[in-house]
């Protein structure tokens, strides 16, 4: 039986075990687990947990990211428990050019906005059909699932991948997120915090998602379906910082209700419903640094598979980088008996 250690218990590494070979003998490891107290000292709990299609990329992380909506889809369909669940997204465009729109036709019902759709200062627009997740249900319904079939999780603190090989695995899958910048064996300085001011807000009746994107504001209000509304918001790359600011909770209002203020009546955040800041951040390793990296390596004897540097993507990608995975396991997996086989 194969051994497999994962380090990081966030989406990322609970996805990629969920879709590795069921004879695989496999540990999550990490600093956080799921069902801890609420802590920002990691992403996974905090995203805004939606699908949609990053524009600067490649076609190796848009097929990642295609299958990532495939896979969350699977989801939604068959098991609503977890908190997946479909809904229509809205994307207006302040900038750039709709050929820059790579998953345009390759998404479930796709279209483009006409004119009287769209705010008249917009250059263009999108409308599809998406999935929302709510994390603080799905992260520990997912580590359920997980237990359900064997898999176990414990809690550890490494400053390196060398400090786990005592766990006697074969092969060891890397995905620490945000930590891969302080392990001793990897340092990637090139995944960097980026710091996310969002707040939400009740709404009972809006069940849809909505995007605007200009060349340095955005503004963002998806329903998790469950009578809140995520609404960002502010970015700030390089920067962990986890306070929320009144005058940045004010401009986030004040964005929604210009583009929707059928949903957002007013600026008045007690008459619109403020619930609560959401101020977190998230790692990423943005396309002039290489982008998402899933590739195998040996680290010091180890047997080491990485999957990390998705751009404010954890949920996105989580299916795509999962199969992808799980595809480098099987090849090592295969490559290992016909070497036994032959010696």
């Known amino acids: 039986m194969t051994k497999i250690t994962i380090l990081g ?3 990322t590494g609970m996805t990629i075990a969920s879709q590795l070979p069921k004879d695989c003998e496999i540990t999550i490891v990490g600093q956080h687990l799921p069902g801890d107290a609420p802590s920002k000292d ?9 699908w949609l299609g990053t524009h600067d990329t490649n076609e190796y992380e848009q ?9 969350l889809r699977q989801l939604a369909e068959r098991h609503p428990e977890s908190s997946v669940r479909k809904i229509r997204m809205r994307e207006i465009m302040d900038t750039g050019s709709p050929d820059q729109v790579w998953y345009q036709g390759k998404v479930p019902g796709f279209r483009w906005l006409s ?18 997740i709510t994390p603080p ?29 005592g766990l006697g695995h074969d092969i060891l899958i890397n995905a620490a997120g945000l930590g891969v910048r302080t392990l001793a064996d990897v340092k990637d300085s090139k995944v960097q915090p980026v710091r996310l001011q969002s707040a939400i807000f009740k709404h009972p009746t809006y069940r849809e998602g909505y995007v605007r994107r200009g060349d340095n504001y955005y503004t963002t209000a998806f329903s998790h379906l469950d009578g809140e509304v995520y609404v960002g918001g502010v970015i700030e790359p390089g920067s962990d910082d986890v306070n929320a600011y009144d005058d940045k909770r004010q401009m986030i209002l004040d964005r929604a209700h ?14 619109a419903g403020f619930v609560r800041d959401h101020a977190s951040w998230y790692p990423a390793r943005f396309r ?3 982008g998402v990296r899933v590739e195998a390596e040996t680290v010091g004897g180890q047997k080491v598979i990485h999957a990390y540097g998705q751009h404010a993507g954890g949920y996105t990608f989580s299916y795509g980088i999962a199969w992808e995975v799980a ?3 099987q090849s090592t997996i295969a490559d290992t008996r016909s070497l036994q086989a032959r010696l």
């Open 9 to 11: 218990a966030g989406v």
């Open 42 to 50: 990691w992403a996974s709990p905090w995203a805004a947990a939606v």
């Open 63 to 71: 097929k990642l990211q295609l299958d990532g909506l495939a896979g």
């Open 115 to 132: 004119k009287g759709e769209m705010p008249e200062a917009s250059k263009y627009g999108m409308t599809y059909e998406t999935v929302v």
């Open 137 to 165: 249900v799905f992260l520990p319904w997912m580590r359920d699932r997980l237990e359900q079939r064997g898999v176990q999780f414990k809690r550890v603190c490494v400053g390196s991948l060398k400090e786990l090989e």
């Open 258 to 271: 210009e583009n929707q203020p059928d949903v957002f009546p007013s600026t008045d955040l007690k008459k």
């Open 288 to 290: 002039k640094d290489g």
């Open 327 to 329: 595809r480098i396991v």
